[in-house]
């Protein structure tokens, strides 16, 4: 007998410990929840964290209203499954409210508008520790980012002040008003993930899998084809085989062509794959070089 | 699969982006995107070719300064091992950056340029991991093409510096020499160094043995969150959740509780998956006992035979990391140890180390922002613990200021007999 983890049982331990703690020390923490894959590993760490028990805290989901109707569903019978209390923070209702304007023309995309639903909620639920499902291996700024994320009473990032982090021992001591975003899977990468989802036959939603679909070129992405977004007059559909390495905002999320049907097929490709997942899939990145540090900076997850 | 936490430090230019973008680069752990990126930024600047260091740039501020400010985590893997880097910045200000990344580290990489031999800051690091007790150090002698790929000037090197790490307490050091810019002994052999018979830098990553690096001796399980379902199904379910710091739990072994003194057996070792046989660091499970006993978050298991120390006077080495204030006698700080949050006052400050040259200043009468010395503390409550040199996790401590609420300390704490 070794007495040794495999590296993602380690990650595993290592995020069940930050939950935990998070539990204990916060008054009214919740964990974000996009449907995507890095949102659903974490739930599902959180629900083994605490079991038998329920999960402590509420999920919550920041609806652009520009979703795939498959990630809704997945959403809507997790949420039956496990029990666990669902918030959605909604953008149309900051549009309605009169908070944001909503960009316009065919690149328009609520992406940034997510940033104002969210501190809007933080606000009204007063929430002070919201888990995210960000990983350091996805962006240059996200890799300098502390596990325990201190945000002021603007809900701003300060990427030079942050809290030395040491040893497990987090603090996350605050005043009113301030709040941390939690990133309990900041150390593993895509592939870890996918191996975990193997492992632990963990359901996602089926757009993971390659799927024939509907989309048109952009940006050298495949973006799909929904009532969200409207195309130029150069850019055809055509059906083709793909799947979604990341989800989000359906106007801002490309597919990538993919024979990729069943978990294994995924995670052989996603060892091979020379691009990464953000540089393949999302627009929102490719807007300046420093575009998810400002962002952050900002409020953003 | 095993995981390694390596961290690095070198000083401005030694290499040390060179290098990891070479590990990386030649892990085949670096995605088109990202070369096409580091492409262009290199021909922007009216470079030539692709300047590997570039992967590692980080912040907007980073960039436009040219030089890293702030830990930045870096991950690739081989058949063999996932790895994670702690990349820190090696300025004399970033100590407490350095410490940082030390704190979780198996094994740490120091530069050395081999055209400067060893400097004030490769001591430095190098203390600092011995403090921090890093288990494995590899000093890596870079830039062995700008001296000819000399034998002796690697082997001057190596003299000088185990002449200095035979000060510290070091456990495993060893020595390579490469080039990281041109990918000699990085992860393919150098053909220009057919004098050196160690292994490549990687292939020592992959083979170092870590597994006993942790304390399997003495059981410690700080409680951190006790489950009891509100369910019917499981009424009287209680269990002590928590990540075991020490030791080898196996179900039917007596513990004690601490600080009640109660005894009890272990009934089962829970975990979502089902209960499992044995429990050891860093396992993630939840404990029950036999005897229904009054336990809560900041109290630990351990054995009746084998217990930490308990009391509230600590002596610790510190590393300040404050700009705004410094550590005097009667200073009062918030203090974390493993899932405790206890106040704490400085009684003494016995000395504040020069890390360069290892004297002891027992005149100070502050440590300042980046520096270390040794202390002694009086908490409000008592600590379960042991000496950092026996159990790394129930060893530390943070410092805390109470009312900016911001992390001013780590400490590692020491026999006070
Ligand atoms: N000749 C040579 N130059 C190197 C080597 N490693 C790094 N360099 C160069 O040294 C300079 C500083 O390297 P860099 O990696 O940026 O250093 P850092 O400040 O430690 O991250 C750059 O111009 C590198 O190209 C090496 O092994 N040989």
Request: aromatic content about 8%; hydrophobic content about 40%; charged content about 30%.
């Amino acid at each position: 007998m070794t007495y040794q983890l495999s590296d993602v049982r380690a990650l595993e331990s290592e995020a069940i410990h930050i939950i935990r703690e998070v539990a204990a020390e916060f008054e009214r923490p919740v964990m974000l929840f996009s449907g995507g894959k890095d949102s659903i590993l974490m739930l599902h760490m959180a629900i083994k964290a605490f079991a038998p028990a329920k999960v402590p805290f509420p999920i919550m989901h920041i609806d652009t209203g520009h979703n795939f109707p498959e990630v809704i569903e997945y959403r809507d019978r997790r949420v039956a499954e496990t029990g666990i209390r669902l918030i959605v923070a909604s953008v149309q209702d900051a549009i309605d409210k009169g908070l944001v304007t909503e960009e316009t023309g065919p690149r328009a995309s609520r992406n940034g508008l997510q940033t104002t639903a969210l501190l809007e909620a933080i606000e009204e639920h007063r929430f002070d520790a919201l888990f995210g499902g960000a990983r350091r291996d996805e962006e240059k700024a996200r890799a300098k980012e502390r596990i325990y994320s201190f945000r002021d009473e603007f809900g701003q990032w300060d990427p030079k002040g942050q809290r030395p982090e040491l040893w497990n021992l987090y603090n996350g001591r605050h005043n009113m008003g301030e709040h941390f975003r939690i990133f309990p899977i900041s150390n593993w990468t895509e592939l870890d993930v996918w191996h975990y989802i193997r492992d632990e036959d963990i359901d996602i939603p089926n757009i993971y899998m390659a799927h024939k679909r509907m989309v048109f070129k952009r940006d050298n992405m495949w973006l799909a084809d929904t009532p969200f977004i409207n195309r130029m007059d150069d850019e055809v559909l055509e059906e083709r085989l793909v799947r979604f390495r990341t989800i989000g905002d359906a106007t801002c999320t490309g597919a990538v062509d993919s024979p990729a049907d069943d978990i294994e097929k995924v995670i052989e490709e996603v060892g091979a794959t020379r691009v990464t997942e953000r540089g393949a899939t999302r627009a929102d990145d490719r807007r300046t070089e420093a575009a998810m540090e400002d962002r952050k900076k900002e409020g953003y997850f | 699969m095993e995981l390694l936490r390596l961290a690095t430090a070198g000083s401005v230019d030694d290499g040390k982006s060179t290098l990891i973008g070479r590990l990386l680069y030649d892990s085949k752990s670096i995605f088109e995107d990202q070369l096409e990126a580091i492409a262009e930024t290199t021909k922007q600047r009216g470079d030539e070719g692709i300047d590997l260091a570039l992967l590692t740039d980080g912040l907007r501020a980073e960039r436009e300064q040219g030089i890293t400010i702030d830990v930045a985590h870096r991950y690739f893997a081989t058949p063999r091992r996932k790895f994670i880097i702690g990349d820190t910045p090696g300025h004399i200000q970033y100590t407490r950056n350095m410490v940082t990344g030390a704190s979780t580290a198996d094994l740490t990489i120091v530069l050395v340029d081999a055209r400067h031999g060893v400097i004030e800051q490769s001591k430095r690091h190098t203390f600092i991991a011995s403090l921090l007790r890093i288990p494995h150090i590899v000093v890596a002698i870079n830039k062995m093409d700008l001296v000819d790929w000399d034998q002796e000037v690697f082997e001057t090197i190596r003299k000088d510096f185990s002449a200095f790490a035979a000060k510290l307490d070091v456990t495993d050091l060893t020595f390579i020499p490469m080039s990281a810019l041109l990918g000699d002994n990085v992860v393919d052999r150098s053909e220009n160094m057919d004098w050196y018979e160690g292994s490549t830098l990687l292939h020592h990553l992959e083979e170092v043995h870590i597994s006993s690096d942790r304390n399997l001796k003495d059981v410690r399980f700080p409680v951190q969150y006790v489950i009891r379902p509100q369910s019917d199904e499981y009424r009287d379910y209680r269990g002590y959740a928590g990540t075991v710091a020490g030791g080898i739990m196996k179900p039917g072994d007596e513990v004690v509780a601490l600080p009640s003194g109660f005894t009890s057996k272990i009934a089962s070792i829970d975990t979502a998956d089902g209960p499992v046989e044995e429990a050891f660091p860093p396992m993630a499970v939840t404990i029950r006992l036999e005897d229904e006993i009054d336990i809560s978050r900041g109290d630990m298991l351990s054995r009746p035979n084998n217990q930490p120390i308990v009391g509230q006077d600590i002596e610790a080495m510190i590393c300040w990391m404050s700009e705004a204030s410094s550590l005097t006698p009667r200073s009062k700080l918030a203090l974390k140890h493993t899932t405790k949050w206890v106040r704490t006052m400085v009684k003494d400050l016995q000395y504040r180390l020069d890390i360069n040259t290892l004297h002891r200043d027992e005149d100070a009468t502050e440590l300042k922002l980046n520096e270390i010395g040794r202390v002694k503390l009086r908490t409000t409550q008592p600590l379960f613990h042991d000496t950092y040199a026996r159990n790394r996790l129930t060893g530390s401590f943070i410092l805390v200021d109470e009312t900016t609420n911001v992390t001013v300390g780590a400490g590692m704490i020491i026999d006070n007999n």
